[in-house]
């Protein structure tokens, strides 16, 4: 059967949830029901939406309602998904969307990601460890002397890849198509320096309509990847960039203003559907989101949840690196680990920059923790002899245990 089957947490009281599960898929699809002619209903009853289970908390205070809405009520794509199972439902009191279930022919309309986990590890090289990431920093008001500088010692340190700023927009001082060029240069001349190559993922910003045309651009001057805001966009913009063959550059999503729809226990849509499952199924390659263990952090149950909707084993769709961030330092990175296994990308700004030896000594230091998990050693040990991984443990820690 053609369904979207919703997934709703509803606060209300025990025995009053049928009630409103039925309220709800009468209300979403074909309107009152029992008011009409036996004719009419007839006619109506394959858009009717349809009660598939309900559960109440132990103390009947919430409510799990599943409701099906049949996919010949809308067109496929997400905004009138979305319209159709969370539309009006969405101001109307206490209801969460916690998740969206596709049926085979409504899911196969969604792009997924262009290049997944094993795509972005062949365009980095790193097939047999999380990769390492970080994050210009403190770079609005700098000209391209700051940023060069910055991206230099960054790559010198050996990170996989450099991510703008998610603030940092197309500017005067540092425009969108000459970071791209500096950026090149700047990586390239690291290279001849030391062998390693470091991806530039570069901020995608400006008006929707000329999204299309700058990320293009990017592809033709040589772009590695696109950093993208995209829930300050919406989810369907994400899904026009990657599907369009003439960009085909890796997407990397932020998750500034996620928290806007899905903060709150009782309101908006759950984090494992927001920043996990539509992001896989409308394309994003990598997803961001607060780990739980740094400076802006989620709780570890949902931050768990994000990552299996990424990594799932999916018939139409690859799989999303999982970048937990925010506060990263490198005395997480063996529980990074734990959590989130080998198949993730370890990311940090302050983690690296404020290393006392710089952005070099950062990435060294994050470099020399992930070797240590790799070869089983504890950080401790690792640190006696590697001086950049010991001034970082004395700087931000002791490592956790795991
Ligand atoms: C959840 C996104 C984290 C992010 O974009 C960012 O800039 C983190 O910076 P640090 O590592 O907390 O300095």
């Not at 039925?22 to 029992?34: C, D, M």
């Not at 770079?139 to 940023?147: A, K």
Request: glycine fraction near 10%; charge should be negative; include cysteine.
């Amino acid at each position: 059967m053609s369904e979207v089957i919703a997934t709703y947490k509803i606060k209300g009281k025990t025995g009053t949830f049928e009630k409103k599960a039925e309220g709800i898929a009468l209300g979403l699809t074909v309107g009152s029901w029992t008011d009409l002619p036996i004719l009419e209903q007839e006619q109506l009853q394959k858009y009717k939406g349809r009660v598939v289970s309900i559960s109440e908390s132990e103390d009947g205070a919430t409510g799990l309602v599943k409701i099906g809405y049949p996919g010949h009520n809308y067109s496929n794509d997400l905004p009138a998904v979305l319209t159709t199972v969370f539309g009006k439902l969405s101001l109307d009191g206490e209801v969460k969307l916690v998740d969206l279930e596709f049926s085979a022919d409504l899911k196969k309309n969604y792009p997924g990601p262009r290049f997944g986990i094993d795509g972005i590890r062949e365009l980095t090289g790193i097939k047999e460890r999380p990769l390492l990431m970080s994050i210009f920093k403190g770079v609005i008001g700098r000209d391209f002397t700051f940023l060069e500088n910055q991206l230099k010692a960054q790559a010198m340190g050996g990170v996989d890849v450099v991510k703008d700023d998610e603030i940092l927009f197309d500017n005067p001082l540092t425009p969108f198509i000459e970071r791209i060029r500096t950026g090149k240069r700047v990586l390239q001349e690291v290279y001849e320096e030391t062998g390693k190559r470091t991806l530039y993922a570069v901020n995608l910003s400006g008006r929707t309509s000329e999204l299309k045309e700058k990320a293009k651009r990017a592809r033709e001057l040589g772009a590695d990847a696109l950093l993208f805001n995209v829930f300050s966009y919406g989810l369907d913009v994400l899904q026009e960039l990657r599907e369009d063959p003439g960009i085909s550059l890796p997407i990397m999503a932020h998750p500034a203003f996620a928290g806007a729809v899905a903060a709150s226990p009782s309101f908006g849509v759950g984090y494992s559907l927001w920043v996990g499952k539509f992001l896989r199924m409308t394309g994003a390659d990598f997803s961001l989101f607060p780990s739980p263990y740094g400076s802006v952090a989620l709780n570890k149950d949902q931050v768990l949840s994000v990552s299996e909707e990424l990594n799932k084993e999916d018939a139409f769709f690859k799989k999303v690196l999982p970048v937990p961030s925010a506060g990263i330092h490198p005395a997480l990175v063996p529980l990074l680990v734990k959590d989130f296994g080998f198949d993730c990308v370890i990311n940090a700004g302050g983690g690296i920059h404020g290393h006392p030896d710089g952005a070099i000594g950062g990435g060294k230091a994050f470099l020399q923790a992930i070797d240590a998990i790799l070869e089983g050693v504890n950080l401790r040990e690792a640190a006696e002899t590697q001086s950049e991984l010991r001034k970082a443990l004395s700087l931000w820690g002791e490592e956790v245990k795991v």
